[in-house]
């Protein structure tokens, strides 16, 4: 059974939780490999929404093993608010099904504190970040000044590590940012009691994966953001701070990348993105708000309108090729239906001349006009379709223009956002 890795392709929000659901009832396990609540993963299945920010999105599959691997950092009262809700709407969770690496990094409340403090010292040059700590928590993973939960776990180490971290990030807090420091009682107290409510969950989570590997399981690894927000390849410094694409699931699992057979990228099939950053096929005016509208484009996470706009090929051939993604997988194909007119970029111009390929330097992106092709759109609802051949002929265009113009097939078409609107072009386990 292959492995699989599930990423986004865009600037987040592409609908990795509805495709992931959606594949996860043909794999064994399901791991998360970076990112943190920053996330916002959302399950729709009978009439009940859920939006997941740590656990993966294959949770609802029983009999499925859940992973958040390494490379995640976690938030653990989110954490904890998450599990509840999830056996809240009827699901297991609990340690047969869910592991919590114990090298993962903890998000602490001076992480959160710094980031939002930092954004709003920035002013207009803000990232526009989601303001969970996501950015110093990594960046303390970096400096090795982090807290994993094999530390929470152990009460007395982690009182020494966190008074002396915490005492550095207090001058910092106080002294640079200007604002009040923070209290470690009240930190410690507080962590100790999540440490013990999620004591059941941690272990070496790259063993589990490696032996389930062995034993010839298959194991889709979840990715959370998006390529175009990786913290190498993404619009720098205008991304999260973690690996998002494919070769993030290595590093944020401890797998090998001998052991990934595929990669599948999902796609809105048009664009969107929260927060600041270049964004060259944006729809601005009326449109733009038209598309956000019918689409339902505000943040899972934190409620923040999404910017919105045409599909761009040219950042999605980059995606692809960063990737090497195997097939894509098209969800919001239905948000479309209705608009006269559709629009794929296809180019950029950039000082007079025509760009076919995505520039890696952000500065020359912001000046980046999109160069289109426009298609004839439809009217016809497509929710309920159940193949290929009854699209209207004009949705069926668009989708062989966005093969054609990105190089890389159609595995999946999402027509909703629950379970049964889907159509699968290809098993990608034959
Ligand atoms: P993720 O972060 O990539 O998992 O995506 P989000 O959950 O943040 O945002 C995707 C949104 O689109 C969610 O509200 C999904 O329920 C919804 N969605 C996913 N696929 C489809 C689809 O094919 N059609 C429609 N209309 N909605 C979809
Ligand atoms: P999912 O997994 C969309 C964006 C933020 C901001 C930038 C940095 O649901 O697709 P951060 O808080 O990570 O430091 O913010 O990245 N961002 C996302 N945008 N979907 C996400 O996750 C995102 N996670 C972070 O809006 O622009
Ligand atoms: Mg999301």
Request: hydrophobic share 35%.
């Amino acid at each position: 059974m292959p492995n699989i890795v599930v990423i986004g392709t865009q600037w987040g929000d592409e609908g990795k939780g509805r495709i992931v659901d959606l594949i996860a009832e043909r794999v064994d396990v399901v791991a998360r490999y970076q990112g943190g609540s920053n996330a916002g993963h959302t399950i729709v299945t009978n009439d009940k929404t859920l939006v997941l920010h740590h656990i993966p999105s294959g949770i609802l599959r029983e009999g499925k093993l859940s992973v958040i691997g390494n490379g995640v950092v976690v938030d653990p009262k989110v954490l904890l608010e998450e599990i509840e809700k999830i056996k809240s709407h009827g699901y297991r969770v609990d340690e047969e099904n869910l592991k919590l690496s114990d090298s993962a990094h903890i998000v602490m409340p001076y992480h959160k504190e710094i980031d939002l403090a930092r954004e709003e010292r920035m002013g207009s040059s803000k990232i526009g970040t989601t303001g969970r700590g996501i950015g110093p928590v990594y960046e303390d993973k970096a400096a090795r000044r982090g807290i994993r939960f094999s530390d929470l776990i152990n009460p007395e180490g982690f009182s020494v590590r966190l008074r002396s971290i915490l005492e550095e990030r207090n001058l910092y807090i106080t002294r640079v940012l200007g604002r009040s420091a923070l209290e470690f009682e009240k930190i410690y107290e507080e962590y100790i009691i999540y440490g013990n409510k999620l004591r059941m969950f941690i272990t070496d989570t790259s063993k589990v994966l490696n032996d389930a590997i062995s034993q010839g399981k298959s194991v889709l690894f979840e990715g959370a953001q998006g390529a175009l927000l990786d913290v190498d390849f993404g619009t720098y410094p205008y991304v999260t701070s973690s690996s998002a694409g494919a070769g993030g699931a290595c590093i944020g699992t401890g797998v090998s990348p001998t052991k990934i057979d595929l990669v599948m990228g999902v796609a809105k099939a048009y664009t969107t993105r929260v927060g600041e950053g270049p964004f060259p096929s944006e729809i601005s005016g009326d449109l733009g708000i038209r598309l956000r509208e019918l689409g339902g484009e505000y943040g899972s996470t934190t409620g923040r309108p999404r910017r919105c706009g045409w599909f761009d090929s040219v950042a999605l051939r980059y995606s692809s090729m960063i990737n090497a993604v195997s097939g894509l997988a098209i969800t919001k194909l239905d948000v479309l239906s209705s608009l006269d007119k559709i629009k794929i970029c296809v180019g950029y111009r950039y000082k007079g001349e025509l760009l076919t390929e995505f520039p890696s330097n952000t500065e020359i992106l912001k000046h980046c006009e999109p160069v289109y092709e426009e298609l004839d759109g439809w009217r016809e609802e497509l929710r309920d379709l159940k193949n290929l051949s009854s699209l209207p002929p004009s949705a069926r265009a668009y989708l062989e223009r966005i093969e054609e113009t990105t190089g890389v097939p159609i595995w999946i078409l999402s027509l909703g956002p629950s379970r049964e609107k889907v159509i699968f072009l290809r098993d990608i386990f034959s």
